[in-house]
């Protein structure tokens, strides 16, 4: 499968081995082939990547830190759980966050990046019609890239790149239902304001997802 997250996140403190083992770990958490609560081994991942111990390791204490395994002495290591109000309060930071991401990416944008948005909202809203999250997931990813290089800011970048991993993985455990469709269509309407340059309607459609998210997380948990 093609990669779930923007190539700028292989970046940082990682040498390029480790970063491939993040990248590859990452999207199998991100797409449930490492289920919440799974025990993975280094190394059998290792085996698995061609790699060592080392990279596998330094890859597993980044996903740690992100809060999508937890490294436990004597014990392993475990896939964490889909926590619901985690969830929550995630979208607080794509309220704060990603939202400042948003405008300045929408603002910065140059004619080419808007003319790959508007490609990317037509392949997402066709996955979406298919009920291919893989491909959509994949579509969403070059957008966020795109945004992320348009902004400029590597604290805002930086900042996020857990936050959609988290919120991708919890949209995969979604699939079938009808919560995860508007949330696909609503994205939709936040990509084609993205790409239109239009930072009003970009912050109405963030705040609308937001919010209907919200609202469905809430309601399963009562």
Known sequence: MARQIPKTQDAGELDPLAATAYTTILDRIVRLDLPPGSLISENSLGREMGLSRTP????????????????????????TEVDLRSQIQLLEMRRGIEMRLLLRGTERASDGQRAEMKRLASEMEAAAEANDLKSYVRHDAEFDAIVEEACGNRFLTQAMW??????RRYWHTQVGTAGLREALDLHVRVVRAAADGDTDAVRQRLTELCDRTETYILDQMR
């Open 56 to 79: 596998v390791r330094e890859a597993l204490k980044r996903l740690e830190r992100e809060y999508l395994v937890s490294i436990m002495p004597r014990r392993g290591i475990i896939v």
């Open 162 to 167: 857990p936050v959609h991993a988290l919120i």
